[in-house]
């Protein structure tokens, strides 16, 4: 009976998606616009409407709130501290560089605070980038760019010890 058949899988418009969703009614006109939401199994005066179990499939293949999708691609992209990670730099390097315009543009600048680069883009970079001159001090840090150490800062390095 057709009756039935509704009870079991009605029909939902965007609001009840929202609700559902856990997201705002403008989030989920916005993922229709873009088609990021699956096309209305049907339309009612004008409006779309949904199988709920249509809506309950797409919810359980969406990544989550403020989570991406894995990218799964030959040319991944990467963030600022998988970058730092492959490179062996802390990840603050990465964020002075890119003030001083000597680290490309992002290749996916979809969300402002986070954005990312593709694995070729950031490979580019790294084989095109000045080596700086690096040797390890006595004390474990790097030095960047100095030929050497003075004896003064040789001895400071030793708390114990006074010059």
Excluded at 3 to 24: H, M, N, Q, T, W
Excluded at 128 to 144: E, N
Aim: hydrophobic content about 35%; proline content about 10%.
């Amino acid at each position: 009976m057709a009756g039935s058949e509704r009870d079991d899988d009605p029909l939902i418009g965007i609001a009840e998606i929202a609700k559902l969703a856990g997201v705002a009614r403008g989030t989920i006109s916005h993922y229709r616009a873009t088609g990021r939401l699956p096309p209305a199994d049907i339309m009612l005066a004008d409006r779309p409407r949904w199988h709920l179990s249509t809506i309950r499939a797409w919810m359980a293949a969406r990544p989550g709130p403020g989570r991406r999708a894995p990218d799964t691609s030959d040319d991944p992209l990467l963030s600022i501290p998988e970058m730092a990670a492959l490179a062996g730099i802390h990840r603050q390097s990465i964020y002075d560089l890119r003030t001083r315009d000597r680290f490309p543009p992002p290749d996916d600048a979809a969300v402002r605070t986070r954005p990312r680069w593709r694995k070729s883009t950031f490979e580019r970079w790294m084989a095109d980038r000045p080596k700086p001159d690096a040797r390890a001090t006595s004390h474990g840090k790097r030095v960047w760019g100095q030929t050497g150490i003075s004896s003064q800062e040789d001895d400071q390095s030793d708390p114990g010890r006074r010059p």
